[in-house]
């Protein structure tokens, strides 16, 4: 079933479309990518967690940095010629205080509250620090002047919406991939669900078809016990017939008892083909019970195997993860040091 969700050919061409750029985003294929996301779900709701609260944490920044230049800007405009005067006589003095006055905001305390995180690169984003720091080292400079004016860079705007907006079309990306892994984990249960009530299903009905066989097995017993009484019955019968024969009494009726015996005997010849008839009917359900027996028996190992397949496949692929991850994080680990 698995694999024909999966099918090129149950997808229309948007989206063969959709899956070419995913594949083309991710250099994964779906459903390998799929196989990753659900072995690190929580990594990565951790990581989306982690991300939004960082972005946040810019966006606070921002805003509280856009309030601090207004407010300045404002207390500039009533400081009048004061101001003016103040900024001419810093002008003079500027060109010893390069180094010190003027410099990115990102040196100080950003940094320190907003540091980088190593499991943002969920989709191996290589560059995703060094635009991190251009975007900071791009969003403001600090003039120090007597009248403590902060001048913002007119980039700064476009590059946060930028980034915001490829951060929310990431992250409605990977909304969408979450949904649709999810909606496949509960396929996947659903299928589980279903092969184990068709397991109890054939194991049941593995139970009835023993429980039948004994019973015409039993059946069968009883029935020629009862033949062998007929036949036990019935040789009695000739030999009481042979001896009155013999004596030949005159009291004895042998109209009478030939036609006895005739009935005896039409009844037991009746209740033998009674009886091979049950037989037969009795061999087809047991033909028949054997039939369904076997076939059920196959379902059940045919069922067997493909669920310890897919756990042995599950397993590799848990395994290999495992694996990946240490290697990347010990990368990681190396990189920082």
Request: proline share 0%.
């Given at each position: 079933m698995l694999s024909k969700v999966l099918e090129p050919s149950n997808y229309n061409s948007y989206d063969l479309e959709t899956r070419r750029d995913f594949k083309e985003y991710t250099q994964k294929e779906p459903q390998t990518f799929k196989d990753i996301i659900i072995q690190n779900i929580d990594s990565i709701k951790q990581?989306?967690?982690?991300?939004?609260?960082?972005?946040?944490?810019?966006?606070?920044?921002?805003?509280?940095?856009?309030?601090?230049?207004?407010?300045?800007?404002?207390?500039s405009n009533t400081s009048g010629d004061e101001s003016n005067k103040s900024r001419m006589e810093c002008n003079d003095k500027s060109t010893s205080r390069d180094d010190t006055d003027i410099r990115p905001y990102y040196d100080t305390e950003l940094m320190v509250e907003v540091p980088y995180t190593a499991e943002y690169n969920v989709f191996v984003v290589d560059t995703q620090h060094s635009e991190q720091s251009e975007c900071i080292i791009n969003t403001c400079v600090v003039e120090k002047v007597d009248s403590n004016v902060i001048h913002n860079s007119p980039d700064m705007c476009d590059n946060d919406i930028h980034t915001d907006q490829n951060a929310k079309d990431k992250r409605a990306t990977l909304a969408n991939l979450i949904a649709y892994l999810k909606l496949d984990i509960d396929g996947n249960k659903t299928i589980q669900k279903q092969l184990n009530k068709a397991d109890a299903s054939l194991t049941q009905e593995l139970k009835k078809c023993k429980s039948t066989l004994a019973k015409t097995s039993r059946?069968?017993?009883?029935?020629?016990?009862?033949?062998?009484?007929?036949?036990?019955t019935l040789q009695s019968k000739q030999t009481e017939f042979e001896r009155y024969k013999a004596f030949n009494d005159r009291t004895v009726d042998y109209d009478k008892l030939k036609r006895k015996l005739n009935e005896t005997l039409g009844l037991l010849a009746q209740k033998e083909i009674d009886i091979k008839e049950g037989l037969k009917l009795k061999a087809y359900e047991?033909?028949?019970?054997?039939?369904?027996?076997?076939?059920?028996?196959?379902?059940?190992?045919?069922?067997?195997?493909?669920?310890?397949?897919?756990?042995?496949?599950?397993?590799?692929?848990?395994?290999?993860l495992k694996l990946k991850e240490e290697k990347d994080i010990d990368k990681m680990i190396s990189m920082e040091k």
């Open positions: 990581c989306i967690v982690e991300r939004a609260s960082h972005e946040q944490e810019l966006l606070n920044r921002i805003v509280s940095d856009k309030r601090n230049d207004q407010g300045l800007e404002n207390q059946t069968l017993r009883e029935f020629n016990c009862i033949q062998d009484s007929c036949l036990v047991i033909y028949v019970v054997k039939e369904k027996h076997d076939e059920l028996v196959k379902q059940s190992l045919l069922t067997k195997s493909h669920y310890e397949g897919l756990v042995k496949e599950k397993i590799k692929v848990i395994t290999d």
